[in-house]
Every structure is written in structure tokens, then in C-alpha cells.
């Protein structure tokens, strides 16, 4: 088998596009969250969506104890929390306002939308973890912004909207 470079790996699986978002739980009433650009749908029915979350993440372990997650989607006007969710060892929460979801997981204000989830597997994966979420309630809450993007190592939205 070929040895992989990692720079050329990531820098080729850069090419592709992805969503940003906001991963959220609570633990015993402490909000944690983390940005992720590795999070998509599954399935239909049941309704179920996958996030990756890194092995070396810090909030992933109070979120999978938690039983719980809350996906948010960014808008492209918010890669300022995005900066914010990718820090480790801060209160992430303290200047943001967010309203529990169905299961407790805090929704943040101003993102375009939100899923919320119920932890139903997870799955070894090399330096991640493939987290499988049972969807248990989601919202829209602007159709009008474009979403923030990643590509290529920069952020940006969709000139489409």
C-alpha cells in the first residue's frame, strides 16, 4: 500500500467544499460546544446525521456523556464563532446567548439552523471518532443568509445566494 503524505492528503481533501457548524451539549448543566466541518446527513428514515468530532477534543467527551449534541448551523457572518468554538480551555459561552434545545443542548442565536440530536453510535476512526446522531428535533431560523463555507484553508459563502 502507498504511503499517504498528510499534507498532500489534506490539502487534496481540501478542495471539497463543506458547511460549518457548532457542535453543543450540556453536562450537568455546563454548556460545551466545538466548530466541525465534518458533519452530514445519513438517513432519511429514521431521520439520523454523522459528525466527526477529533479524539483529542475536549468538549466531545461532555457531549457523548451527556447522551446528547445539537448541531448549529453558521451563517456566513459568523466565522467569528467559529474562531471562538475552535479554542480549547475558554468559556466559549459566556458572551454568546443560546436557548436549550428539546434536549437540554444549547441552540446559539443567529445561526441559520439547528438539529438536535440523541447519541445513537459511535465509531473508532483513526484520529476521529464517526458519531452517529438520532435526530429529535430541528429548526430554520434564516433562509435569507448564506451559510459559512470552508475551502482550501479559507472561509467564504455561497455566491449563489
Avoid at 115 to 135: K, Q, Y
Wanted: hydrophobic share 40%.
Amino acid at each position: 500500500m502507498a504511503q499517504i503524505d498528510q499534507q498532500e492528503f489534506r490539502n487534496t481533501l481540501g478542495q471539497f467544499a463543506t458547511g460549518v457548524v457548532v457542535a453543543t451539549g450540556c453536562l450537568e448543566g455546563e454548556p460545551a460546544g466545538f466548530a466541525a466541518q465534518s458533519f452530514a446527513s445519513v438517513s432519511l428514515d429514521p431521520p439520523l446525521v454523522t459528525l466527526c468530532p477529533a479524539k483529542t477534543s475536549a468538549s466531545w467527551p461532555k457531549l457523548r456523556e451527556s447522551g446528547n449534541f445539537c448541531i448549529n448551523i453558521l451563517g456566513e457572518d459568523q466565522k467569528h464563532i467559529c474562531d471562538l468554538f475552535a479554542q480549547t480551555g475558554i468559556d466559549k459561552f459566556r458572551e454568546l446567548s443560546w436557548q436549550p434545545s428539546e434536549t437540554g443542548s444549547p441552540v446559539l442565536v443567529g445561526v441559520l439552523a439547528f438539529i438536535d440530536c440523541e447519541l445513537a453510535e459511535e465509531h473508532d476512526a483513526g484520529d476521529h471518532s464517526i458519531v452517529i446522531g438520532r435526530v429529535r428535533d430541528m429548526g430554520i431560523f434564516d433562509e435569507g443568509r448564506s451559510p459559512l463555507l470552508y475551502c482550501r484553508g479559507g472561509y467564504g459563502k455561497f455566491a449563489g445566494f
